[in-house]
């Protein structure tokens, strides 16, 4: 069920109507918004510290644009008022008390794949629409602890997209839509986690990844998503159908919010890059852009000749895309997936949204060949471990495009399976070898829909990475682009 804002919220914005319609008492508030809104978490603690605002009136802002926007790019699940009125007020009183942690105040989102207390927990299907957990997830769990406020369960493909849906994004929620243009995808299965950062809804968002379900997102959105290494941040309460891929990432205004919210999960103190970062080795697939459609091409070259103005040692290097990566991670997907679903998918009256997508599971539950399947797929898991290997020998992060295309329409159909390019490549290798990436907003193509460039790292590279994507924004403005005016 989808809420509304909190009627004293909106009471304070519309009680009085002034000549023309506008809400004269909103004026004040209005300006209130607007220094909020588009903010990066930073920002918002430096405005809570001084205390310019407060958490409470944070969250009211959020709520207000979450009610109004949300619905509009089937981005929200739930809003969880309530709880997010107790944590900002417990917040507050945090803030005047003694010196706050960054996130303390800061509203942020999840998807639905994450339990939260209390909350409804769908995975985007109908099938679950009524299922309550009384613990949060983990992460939750440890954002909590630093003062975060959250504020809303965010929309997800169903189960996460697993299985072969007849068109990308079938959801309980509807079909995410993309803020730049909303006859565009937002992207999977993470959408909304990123349709909220992008409208300024939210200055981060949780989501999960898979096989690319937080930097596709991202991408198509024109945000800052982060992939960690594999099993660096908690999965404890999120839903995990493919353990041998399964990630919690960070979808955020900038690289350097995502490293925050990866230091109050984890614990990290980052390690201070800035003096290194004239050493780093930045590998590039030099074939790439040639694959790349030409009406991206122009934004993604000037965004790569601003990483060489600022890392003067570049690399070229090849990938090997002949180990059958894509076949491989939707087999792993498909069958783990199947198998820890088997009791839902078994009964006669489960349904879901999409009826292509149920048949493939259910036909993946009864295969006779599951067990040659996994080791099969084990084979290129294996041989992407060693292809990182051999680049990172090299070079110390690799550069690429994050997606080959923009943003498809909502109407599109799923693409059908084609020899993977130089981009495809990376997205299933780094998924199969569990190695760190952070994507970045690096223009508009000339459709006016974002593009992005992708940093990839050794395992256990992530705070380089982040560092690195942070330095590249100090330098650019590009994560600074907003979609069109509503």
Known sequence: MLLSA??????????????????????????????????????????????????????????????????????????????????????????????????????????????????PTTWGAAAFSERVFDRDATAIRRLTKSGAVLTAKLSMSELGGLGQASRAGASLHGQARNPWNPSRYAGGSSGGSAVVVATGALPFSLGTETSGSVLGPAAYCGVTGYRPTLGTIPRGGVMTLAPSLDKVGVIARSADDCAIVREAITSRTPHQYRDELGCVRVGVVDRELAEIPHTMVRALTTGIEEFRRIFSTFVSVDVDGTFGYTDAIETL????????????????????????????????????????????????????????????????????????????????????????????????????????????????????????????????????????????????????LRPPAE
């Open 6 to 119: 909190p009627r004293a919220a909106v009471d304070r914005a519309v009680d009085w109507m002034g000549p023309l319609g506008v809400p004269i008492c909103l004026v004040p508030y209005k300006m209130m918004e607007i220094a909020i809104r588009y903010s990066t978490a930073n920002e918002l603690a430096a405005l809570l510290r001084d205390r310019s605002v407060s958490a409470v009136e944070m969250l009211e802002s959020s709520l207000i644009l979450l009610t109004e926007l949300g619905p509009r790019y089937n981005a929200l699940a739930n809003l969880l008022s309530e709880r997010a009125y107790d944590d900002a007020r417990a917040a507050d009183i945090r803030l005047s008390q003694r010196d706050p942690t960054t996130l303390c105040g800061i509203p942020y989102g999840v998807k639905d794949a994450f339990s939260a207390r209390g909350a």
């Open 333 to 480: 997907e498909l069958i783990e997936g199947a198998k820890a679903l088997k009791q839902e998918l078994d009964r006669p009256d489960f349904d879901m949204t999409d009826s292509q997508q149920l048949e493939s599971l259910r036909a993946a539950t009864h295969t006779s060949t599951k067990v040659e399947s996994l080791k099969a797929a084990r084979v290129p898991m294996r041989a992407a471990q060693q292809m990182f290997r051999s680049l990172f020998s090299r070079v110390d992060i690799l550069l690429s495009v994050t997606r080959p295309r923009v943003a498809p329409l909502l109407s599109s159909p799923r693409p059908k399976g084609s020899s993977p390019g130089v981009t495809e490549v990376l997205r299933t290798a780094g998924n199969l070898a569990g190695v760190p990436a952070v994507t970045l907003p690096s223009g508009l193509s000339r459709e006016g829909l974002p593009v992005a460039l992708q940093l990839l790292g050794p395992r256990g590279s992530d705070g380089l990475l982040l560092a690195v994507g942070a330095a590249y924004q100090r330098s650019t403005a590009y994560h600074l």
